[in-house]
């Protein structure tokens, strides 16, 4: 009974942590280059956890859904981000494919980070794809 007890403790647990935050996935046509202070966030999930604070703070107001690409593997400083929202219904809820409206310019503003690159168009991204079999486009 124990063991099963605590397996169960164990799982819940483990639940809680995977949930903990998305990171949403790398996309070359809509990822800014997004240059972080070393000073203020010692490691790119610390910016991550940080700018995605921000993109809910920037989207709620507005009635959107956040949409966030900030992945913690990343070599910082500088490192692919996206910040954006999609508009909720009178639910609460939203429907994938809608639009996503950009807020990348005023998250980065707002924690104190810079843009070094915009987003690759897609003819751009597929030919990057072509060498690095990861990227979305």
């Not at 063991?3 to 949403?24: D, E, K, P, R």
């Not at 996206?82 to 639009?99: E, V």
């Not at 707002?110 to 070094?116: L, N, P, S, V």
Request: proline share 6%; net charge positive.
């Amino acid at each position: 009974m124990y063991f099963q007890s605590t397996f169960i403790v164990l799982c819940s647990l483990a639940s809680v942590a995977f949930a903990v935050m998305s990171q949403g996935n790398l996309n070359f046509t809509r990822d800014y280059i997004v240059v972080y202070s070393p000073t203020l966030f010692n490691r790119t999930e610390d910016f991550c956890r940080a700018f995605r604070v921000v993109c809910v703070e920037i989207a709620g107001p507005k009635n959107e859904h956040h949409q966030l690409d900030c992945v913690f593997p990343q070599k910082g400083p500088r490192i692919h981000a996206f910040c954006g929202g999609i508009a909720k219904n009178p639910t609460g809820g939203w429907i994938r494919g809608q639009p996503v409206f950009d807020h990348t310019p005023e998250a980065v503003k707002k924690i104190h980070a810079m843009i070094e690159g915009q987003p690759m168009g897609k003819t751009a991204c597929l030919k990057f794809k072509k060498k690095h079999s990861a990227v979305v486009c």
